[in-house]
């Protein structure tokens, strides 16, 4: 008799798993935010026994070892990760008792090829109830139709690693039965993985039959596919696997310290960053000058810690306090561990006495269609380059949005009409843009219009 309850970390698209028996359970990739792992095996009414990582995660901060020192719980880690703390170093072909009584014993498979250091130490971890395979947590190695990517190390490194991912997928695939279930940690959307497959369940049969790196002819087609498809990296993704390593500080989500107006205003004078939550309908409807949209309901900490440079204070603006509470937990997770400061409600109550709202106005590509070409009309593509290269707007200038800061004097002089793919990103792109006094209009529409509203779109 066995469970396994999934842990899902919805903001940045990925799974941690609790795993167990009658009596005792392991926790596999845990989040930074424990709390939902501790609940979920006292659900169950199990004890946490063991904690199992898979690597050195690099997409955000693991909760693995402030969990296993609240709950006295072994930390399982790969021997060859280079780790700061003390652990249980885990090697190829270790085993560990997860529940006795009910037969349940964790395997350690090696897996090299996702992991951010120079040692190959990812490893996977197969569930055997009385010796049968039942499931396999696969971290970032075998995901849902692909693989986690391999160049999050170096470039020189990314045509092994995409070999080595190659080959641990094919140890897995022939070493489990076909109905073992796959229990993957990334490859939800998730940047870790290579091709931003969607969620879902699978098994070792089914990513048999549809697995890219079971069904390429051969290690040579896989590569070639697998390099060619990678994307951007998101630059908080350099700060994760230190963190991770150093082991990560206990979590804290008390309240913020909370800002008026005057230090809302105060704080974007020094240059700090205020960044409001809410819905890009009501920021574009009115905001406090300066302040930048990144909504919480999207994926807020990708997006904020992408784009943030590291270190910089920054004040959340929430509609309510739940929303600030579920935005400072999510943020958590990518090591913004401490708002600045903090304040609830709209723009009357974060604005001083006399200061009026921002905003700017939004639009559909059937808007842009009447618009453009014309004179003093530019239009900005915010989406990343694989994205662009499937069909863009005749015309538009390119930049991707983690880059647009950078870049903010690359934007030709006009009216600046910024779309994405769904208008999320576009909403980021034109809060960046009118803080920075640009005239700017947010086409809050999915991409697959703008070929029926009759712009010319061009592929490259």
């Known amino acids: 008799?066995?469970?396994?309850?999934?842990?899902?970390?919805?903001?940045?698209?990925?799974?941690?798993?609790?795993?167990?028996?009658?009596?005792?359970?392991?926790?596999?990739?845990?989040?930074?935010?424990?709390?939902?792992?501790?609940?979920?095996?006292?659900?169950?009414?199990?004890?946490?026994?063991?904690?199992?990582?898979?690597?050195?995660?690099?997409?955000?901060?693991?909760?693995?070892?402030?969990?296993?020192?609240?709950?006295?719980?072994?930390?399982?880690?790969?021997?060859?990760?280079?780790?700061?703390?003390?652990?249980?170093?885990?090697?190829?072909?270790?085993?560990?008792?997860?529940?006795?009584?009910?037969?349940?014993?964790?395997?350690?498979?090696?897996?090299?090829?996702?992991?951010?250091?120079?040692?190959?130490?990812?490893?996977?971890?197969?569930?055997?109830?009385?010796?049968?395979?039942?499931?396999?947590?696969?971290?970032?190695?075998?995901?849902?139709?692909?693989?986690?990517?391999?160049?999050?190390?170096?470039?020189?490194?990314?045509?092994?690693?995409?070999?080595?991912?190659?080959?641990?997928?094919?140890?897995?695939?022939?070493?489990?039965?076909?109905?073992?279930?796959?229990?993957?940690?990334?490859?939800?959307?998730?940047?870790?993985?290579?091709?931003?497959?969607?969620?879902?369940?699978?098994?070792?049969?089914?990513?048999?039959?549809?697995?890219?790196?079971?069904?390429?002819?051969?290690?040579?087609?896989?590569?070639?596919?697998?390099?060619?498809?990678?994307?951007?990296?998101?630059?908080?993704?350099?700060?994760?696997?230190?963190?991770?390593?150093?082991?990560?500080?206990?979590?804290?989500?008390?309240?913020?310290?909370?800002?008026?107006?005057?230090?809302?205003a105060a704080r974007l004078a020094e240059g700090e960053w205020v960044v409001d939550l809410r819905n890009r309908v009501a920021f574009a409807a009115g905001h406090v000058t300066g302040s930048y949209n990144v909504e919480a309901e999207g994926q807020l900490a990708t997006y904020l810690a992408w784009l943030i440079p590291w270190g910089k204070p920054v004040t959340l603006l929430a509609e309510t306090p739940a929303q600030l509470a579920g935005a400072q937990r999510e943020l958590a997770r990518v090591g913004i561990d401490r708002p600045a400061a903090a304040a609830v409600g709209g723009p009357a109550d974060w604005l001083r006495p006399g200061e009026t709202p921002a905003s700017f106005p939004r639009a559909t590509f059937a808007d842009l269609a009447r618009r453009h070409p014309a004179e003093g009309i530019v239009v900005l593509d915010v989406r990343r380059a694989s994205e662009r290269a499937r069909g863009h707007v005749d015309g538009s200038v390119h930049i991707p949005v983690h880059e647009l800061r950078g870049r903010l004097g690359e934007v030709p002089d006009g009216q600046v009409w910024v779309h994405c793919g769904s208008g999320m990103r576009a909403a980021v792109a034109a809060s960046l843009l009118a803080a920075s006094g640009r005239d700017v209009v947010a086409v809050d529409d999915p991409f697959d219009r703008a070929g029926e509203a009759g712009l010319t779109l061009r592929t490259s």
């Open 1 to 264: 008799m066995f469970f396994v309850d999934t842990i899902d970390v919805p903001g940045l698209d990925n799974r941690g798993y609790l795993a167990g028996g009658v009596r005792t359970a392991v926790a596999v990739d845990p989040p930074r935010d424990i709390d939902r792992v501790i609940a979920a095996a006292a659900r169950r009414g199990v004890r946490i026994a063991y904690v199992a990582e898979t690597h050195v995660h690099n997409d955000y901060v693991t909760g693995g070892l402030e969990l296993a020192r609240i709950t006295g719980a072994s930390y399982l880690v790969p021997a060859d990760a280079r780790v700061s703390f003390p652990r249980v170093p885990v090697r190829d072909g270790d085993r560990t008792a997860v529940d006795e009584d009910a037969g349940l014993v964790l395997r350690a498979l090696a897996t090299p090829g996702h992991t951010p250091h120079h040692t190959p130490h990812h490893t996977a971890y197969a569930l055997e109830d009385n010796g049968a395979a039942v499931a396999v947590f696969t971290g970032g190695s075998l995901l849902i139709g692909t693989v986690g990517r391999p160049d999050l190390v170096e470039p020189r490194l990314t045509e092994r690693l995409a070999r080595a991912q190659h080959a641990s997928a094919h140890r897995l695939a022939g070493e489990l039965p076909d109905g073992t279930a796959v229990l993957p940690t990334h490859g939800f959307g998730s940047f870790c993985s290579s091709s931003q497959q969607a969620g879902g369940s699978t098994t070792i049969g089914k990513e048999k039959a549809s697995n890219e790196a079971l069904t390429a002819p051969d290690a040579d087609t896989f590569v070639a596919g697998l390099l060619a498809g990678l994307d951007d990296v998101p630059a908080y993704y350099a700060h994760m696997g230190p963190l991770n390593a150093a082991g990560p500080a206990p979590l804290d989500l008390t309240p913020p310290a909370v800002a008026g107006p005057d230090a809302i």
